[in-house]
């Protein structure tokens, strides 16, 4: 099983601050890692897929990169709805897994 | 707009059954892949199974794996999941996912969650 190490765990910034997540994985995932925001009380949301591409009515201030082992999700300039809780996952193969999260609080 | 709604959930108590449901709306349901998704109050997320366009493939986290089957009925747009021998340990909110292209496990659209508790 692949594991997704997501750091740090929480991130106190202002609005306007980048943001910067990292997710880690315990082998090469290649480039099939996702990144997913979840707010309290509901579901998750695709930002990102295939480590860089921007899902569908994914704001530009979302972006992503990596491979291999190491990938980042960057948010270039922090809006109020962007404080949320940010997963990772990959699809490399089966067990399909999720990072531990990422929460992005306000300083 | 792409629809998934969530029905069965429940308390039951360890060693007992349940049958969830997901509707599906807005979109041609057989081809795309399915999946359910996990959430334990205030914990992360986990993959549980998974079917492709065909019924008979499947996958199943090993945590269920044995006790949880995954199932769809296309001309009912309609993805299931039958769950015996339930351990405290399954509740959660389980989400119904629909994969964001045809295929390969990246999860664009979410139905809202049934809590199922296991407790006696």
């Known amino acids: 099983e692949i594991v997704l190490t997501q750091s740090p765990a929480t991130l106190s910034l202002s609005p306007g601050e980048r943001a910067t997540l990292s997710c880690r994985a315990s082998?090469?995932?290649?480039?099939?890692l996702a990144w997913y925001q979840q707010k309290p009380g509901q579901a998750p949301r695709l930002l990102i897929y295939?480590?860089?591409n921007r899902a569908a009515g994914i704001p530009a201030r979302f972006s992503g990169s990596g491979s291999g082992t190491d990938f980042t999700l960057t948010i270039s300039s922090l809006e109020p709805e962007d404080f949320a809780v940010y997963y990772c996952?990959?699809?490399?193969?089966?067990?399909?897994?999720f990072g531990g999260g990422t929460k992005v609080e306000i300083k | 707009e792409v629809q998934l709604v969530e029905s069965g959930g429940g308390l039951v108590q360890p060693g007992g059954s349940l049958r969830l449901s997901c509707t599906a709306s807005?979109?041609?349901?057989?081809?795309?892949?399915m999946a359910w998704v996990r959430q334990a109050p205030g914990k992360g997320l986990e993959w549980v199974a998974n079917?492709?366009?065909?019924?008979?493939?499947?996958q199943y986290a090993d945590s269920v794996k044995g006790r949880f089957t995954i199932s769809r009925d296309n001309p009912k747009n309609s993805l299931y999941l039958q769950m015996n021998s339930l351990r405290v340990e399954d509740t959660a909110v389980y989400y119904c996912?629909?994969?964001?292209?045809?295929?390969?496990?990246?999860?664009?659209?979410w139905g809202q969650g049934t809590l199922v508790t296991v407790s006696s």
């Open positions: 996912a629909r994969t964001y292209e045809y295929t390969g496990s990246y999860w664009g659209h």
């Open positions: 807005g979109f041609t349901f057989s081809p795309y892949w």
């Open positions: 079917v492709e366009q065909l019924e008979s493939e499947t």
């Open positions: 082998q090469s995932v290649n480039t099939y």
């Open positions: 295939d480590a860089s």
């Open positions: 996952q990959h699809r490399k193969n089966w067990p399909l897994t």
